[in-house]
C-alpha cells in the first residue's frame, strides 16, 4: 500500500503529484468505492400497487370513506354504501391482516372490458372489487383467482326500474318481466347468462358503462337492470342523481363464486395473491365480511321471502 504524504516532503510540486496519484488509484477513495462496492444510499419508499377499479365504484368508494380511516372503519353502511364500494375496504383489510405493507393506489377503469385487458397484461396488480369466476377464460394462465368473498348460492339482486315506470314496477311474475326492456353488459357473463336463461335475452340490450344505464332508463329506452340490493329503507338505487326503485317481490338468483382478481404478470401478483389469502380467512373467521355485506345490503333481510327466479 503506498504510503500518505508527510511532513517530511517539503517540496509543494512533489507532493501535488503523490496526492494526485493517490487520488486516481483510489487510496483516497472511501473504503467501499476502493473495493467496488456501492456507497450506501437512502431506502426508496416502496413502490405503489395498482389496483385497478371501475371509476364509477372509485367515485361512491371516495364519498362513502370521506375523511375516515379506511382500516379503522367498522360501519360499512350509510350514503354510498354498496356491494363493490364495500369490497374495496375488505381489500385493504384483508392486506393489512396479512400484514403485507406495500401500498395499494386505485387506478380507475371506464369499462370492465378495459379493466380485464389491463390486469391480463400486468398494468395492474389486482381488481378492487370482486368478479365471478365465470366472467374469465377457464384456462386463462395470466390470472389469479382469491378465494371466494361470495359462494355459490349466496349471490341475490333485484330489478330496479324508475320510479314513474308503474308497469314495471307492477310485475310480480316472470312473464311479465318478458313483456319489458332489460339492459345489461355482455361482458358481465353472469348477469348476461342468467337474464338469457330466464327467457329475457330477446328483450335485454347491451350497455358497456355502468353509468350510462340509469340514464336510459330515466330516458324511456329501457325498464329494467339487474342490480345488489341496496341497504336504504326503501332499498333504493342513487346513481348520478337518479333514483331507481327495486321490483317488490321478485329475486334474481346468480349461480357461482366471486373472486378478487390478481395478474400473474405483475411482478409482485402471486405474493400478493399469498398476503390476500389470509386475509380474506381472518376476515370470513372474524365475520366482517358478512357484516359488510348485511350493512351494505346486499345480503338484505327483507327480501328474503321474496321470489327466487
Known amino acids: 500500500m503506498q504510503a500518505l504524504p508527510t511532513e517530511s516532503d517539503r517540496d509543494p ?9 493517490l487520488a486516481l488509484s483510489g487510496a483516497l477513495l472511501p473504503s467501499h468505492a ?17 389496483a385497478l377499479v371501475s371509476d364509477d365504484v372509485l367515485r361512491d368508494y371516495r364519498l362513502f370513506l ?17 356491494r363493490d364500494v364495500v369490497e374495496v375496504l375488505l381489500l385493504l383489510k384483508g392486506l393489512a391482516h396479512a400484514r403485507f405493507t406495500q401500498p395499494v393506489d386505485m387506478l380507475p377503469r371506464p369499462t370492465d372490458a378495459r379493466l380485464k385487458a389491463d390486469l391480463r397484461s400486468g398494468l395492474g396488480v389486482c381488481t378492487a372489487t370482486s368478479y365471478w369466476r365465470h366472467d374469465f377464460d377457464a384456462e386463462d394462465k395470466a390470472l ?30 316472470l312473464d311479465d318481466l318478458r313483456q ?20 329475457l335475452g330477446e328483450r335485454l340490450e347491451h350497455v358497456g358503462n355502468w353509468s350510462m344505464m340509469p340514464r336510459m332508463l330515466a330516458a324511456g329506452r ?64 372474524n365475520g366482517v365480511i358478512r357484516r359488510a355485506y348485511t350493512q351494505s345490503g346486499f345480503y338484505h333481510p327483507e327480501v328474503r321471502d321474496w321470489t327466487r327466479l
Open 13 to 21: 510540486r512533489r507532493r501535488a503529484l503523490v496526492w494526485l496519484g
Open 34 to 50: 476502493a473495493q467496488g462496492v456501492a456507497a450506501p444510499t437512502q431506502r426508496r419508499p416502496a413502490e405503489r400497487l395498482p
Open 66 to 82: 370521506g375523511d375516515r380511516d379506511a382500516l379503522a372503519l367498522e360501519d360499512f353502511g350509510g350514503a354510498h354504501a354498496r
Open 144 to 173: 389469479i383467482f382469491s378465494q371466494p368473498l361470495v359462494e355459490n348460492g349466496e349471490f341475490e339482486a333485484g330489478l330496479y326500474a324508475m320510479p314513474n315506470n308503474h308497469r314495471a314496477l307492477a310485475a310480480r311474475k
Open 180 to 199: 319489458l326492456r332489460l339492459i345489461s353488459n355482455r361482458d358481465w357473463r353472469v348477469d348476461w347468462e342468467t337474464l338469457t336463461r330466464l327467457g
Open 222 to 285: 329501457a325498464d329494467l337492470l339487474l342490480a345488489p340490493f341496496q341497504p336504504s329503507a326503501d332499498m333504493s338505487l342513487q346513481v348520478d342523481g337518479l333514483t331507481l326503485l327495486p321490483v317488490r317481490g321478485l329475486k334474481i338468483a346468480m349461480p357461482g363464486t366471486r373472486h378478487f382478481v390478481l395478474s400473474r404478470r405483475h411482478p409482485a401478483g402471486p405474493a400478493l395473491a399469498v398476503a390476500l389469502n389470509t386475509g380474506l380467512q381472518a376476515l370470513r373467521r
